[in-house]
Nanobody, 119 residues
């Protein structure tokens, strides 16, 4: 059973940066895909970014391209989301999740970390 723990959220001003971390317990499978999602108040959860664990292929939502960077650290079994140029519309609870490369849905989720961007 994989357990995911997010950290790094906080309250920042527009234009600031934050780095979120997602620590995974146990060994992450080589065919895993790890992703970041977010959910703002009153809105549905949306995809932010994902990375394939073995090759490091990355994917981004259009709304964050050029501002956010996803990465992973094998040794620490941890995924990161570097968020630069934050905007008030980035305010949300950010969740990390993991799935198998062969699965369409994410089966394991963290509890989330709050990111609040003031204008």
């Amino acid at each position: 059973q994989v357990q995911l723990v997010e950290s790094g959220g906080g309250l920042v001003e527009a234009g600031d940066s934050l780095r979120l971390s997602c620590a995974a317990s146990g060994r992450t499978s080589s065919n895993a895909v790890m992703g970041w999602f977010r959910q703002a108040p009153g809105k549905e959860r949306e995809f932010v970014s994902s990375i394939t664990w073995s090759r490091g292929n990355t994917f981004y939502a259009d709304s964050v391209k050029g501002r956010f960077t996803i990465s992973r650290d094998y040794a620490k079994n941890t995924m990161y989301l570097q968020m630069n140029g934050l905007k008030p519309e980035d305010t949300a609870v950010y969740y990390c999740a993991v799935r198998s490369l062969n699965d369409s849905g994410y089966g394991h989720w963290g509890r989330g970390t709050q990111v609040t961007v003031s204008s």
